[in-house]
């Protein structure tokens, strides 16, 4: 039970890591590459998260209430920023990383406020569940791209790790969400694909959509009725998949069409200085 | 503001045509504000949380701040700036701070963080530089973009539109709008700040009844221009952008006044760690080349005087926005229940 509402909590977590959608470089530097081949590197992960939850076991065993233990925390803390899980999960399952921050102050705060030993042990589990979360998104992220066929495999999904770095590569994760939506309404699972449908509107099509309309306006009115409209009232109506599929390859035509315009007008855009 | 003067403005200044708006993208770089050329050279290591958005153009400001400054280690995380935001609280909680400065598309991220206490003070030598509007003690406004009624004219007669937003609940309107955007959330935000719950809720209430909800804003305006609906709430940029490609197409702009229709929002910075770079690069933003740069490529509105509104704006301060704390858009939660209430949401 407690098995399935950590897969069920890790699903809808992992669901909004896909609706936000990736971050691109990192506070602390680049990621690795590790993060750009993430499925390769899922046992480097659980190596990272086994480790830091040994630790973590470390501190708890040799806590009493009272003791100092604040360099054994700092040394934790230093660890989770260091290992190549952190950076993993920042970028890929981005919606977990402030949930393990929060458990780590959680724990922080226990041991310094100098807790009982059950809280401190609460705490500790906490701090668990959320890493062991983390690497949970990361592995069905692993897994989607996996089965992601050949487009997939040219362009990580939302929320994944990608070098979303011009129009081009946008359009190009637009055109694999919409992949990934239809590959949901085959499952079934008819909200997951909506959501992929209207996030994918939002946060990626609607910063680009600006500069393309003055290119081709036309092309954005079909886009957006497609989007807004077309595509998910075919859901909604419970089409045959080979329709819903129909429709997502003209609207794919239609953004291949868009990445070939917005490419025309990268020389239009003015300096900054 | 007196809209109808505005509505004649708008057509004078080339909302209605391309060979105008391209004279307006010249203007853009207008003698406003300083100059990079008058700042000190950045140097040293920075860290800013960038709000995705603008179609990547804020991350062009970036890079180029990056090509002129050699001396600076400039790292960048993008994300959405909600999502960016939460990381600067949780990683505030767990005793770090890797951000030296939050760049968000929307004052009310700024918000999150700032009432945490986790943004430093903005010097006053940058927020002078601001409209007297915009000067605020945790923050600095970046660029602006205003709430407008976007209608098509062959559908609506100018002088039918009331200047009171609160008025289009009572009206027969055919109206557009899109509620799950976030743009729009912050609309009905001032609107509940300004004039209370009841009065919000009966007005989402009022206008449900004939309203068509969009995915976007640009579908609103889009809606509009077609006919689908009389007019349609959405930001000012919107109804440039389509009316840079499409100069026929079937839509102008009005503004509402002193009240949440002609709210003007705005992306913004804070400083969340000490030293002179962070501050320096927040004058960057500043500066009238970049300044210009939003307006021409982003039509996002300058907040320095003296910096040329894109094309199809009135001058700032001929629009009549409510008075409120832009930070206070961060309290989003009863907005949303109250949304929701509704069956808007």
Known sequence: ?273 | MDRRAFLQGAVALGLLGPAGARAGRSRGSGPGGLSVEALPELAGDLTVYLGRGEGGLYQDVMEAIRKRSPKLDLQVRRGPSTSLANTIVAEARAGVRRADLFWSIDSSSIGLVAERGLTRAMPAGISSQLKSEFRYQDWAPISGRVRTVAYNPERVREGELPDDIMAFADSDFAIGWAPAYGAFQSFVTAMRLLEGKQRTRDWLRGVKARATSYAGELGVVMAAARGEVDLGFANHYYTLRLKQGMPDASVAIAFTSNDAGSLVNASGAALLSPGETPADFVRYLLSREVQGYLAREAFEIPLVPGVAMPEGLPPLDEIDPPDLDLTRLAEIRPTLELMRDTGVL
Do not use: C
Request: avoid cysteine; glycine fraction near 8%.
């Open chain 1, 1 to 273: 039970m407690l098995e399935r509402a950590t897969r069920l909590i890790i699903s809808l977590l992992f669901a909004a890591a896909l609706a936000i959608g990736p971050v691109q470089a990192h506070a602390h530097g680049e990621a690795g590459e590790h993060v750009k081949r993430f499925e390769e590197h899922i046992g480097d992960y659980e190596q990272d998260v086994d480790h830091l939850i040994s630790q973590l076991g470390a501190i708890v065993k040799g806590y009493a209430p009272g003791q100092d233990v604040s360099e054994e925390v700092k040394a934790l803390l230093h660890e989770w920023e260091e290992v190549r899980y952190h950076a993993a999960v920042e970028t890929v399952a981005t919606p977990l990383y402030a949930p393990i921050w929060q458990a780590i102050s959680g724990f922080k705060d226990a041991v310094r406020e100098g807790a009982p030993e059950p809280t401190v042990r609460r705490r500790q589990q906490a701090l668990e569940a959320a890493l062991w979360q983390g690497l949970g998104a990361l592995k069905l992220a692993a897994s989607q791209r996996a089965a992601g066929g050949e487009r997939q495999g040219k362009q990580p999904a939302a929320g994944q790790a990608e070098a979303e770095t011009g129009p081009e590569a946008t359009l190009e994760a637009i055109i694999d969400d919409l992949d990934r939506a239809v590959a949901a309404y085959q499952d079934g699972n008819l909200e997951k694909a909506r959501t992929l449908i209207s996030e994918t509107y939002l946060h990626r099509f609607e910063g680009l959509e600006g500069r393309l309309i003055e290119k081709d306006p036309e092309l954005v009115v079909g886009l957006e009725e497609a989007f807004n409209a077309r595509l998910p009232q075919l859901m909604e109506q419970g089409a045959p998949v080979a329709e819903v599929r129909e429709q997502v390859a003209a609207m794919q035509s239609e953004l291949e069409e868009a990445e070939s315009l917005l490419l025309e007008t990268q020389g239009d855009k003015g300096q900054v200085f």
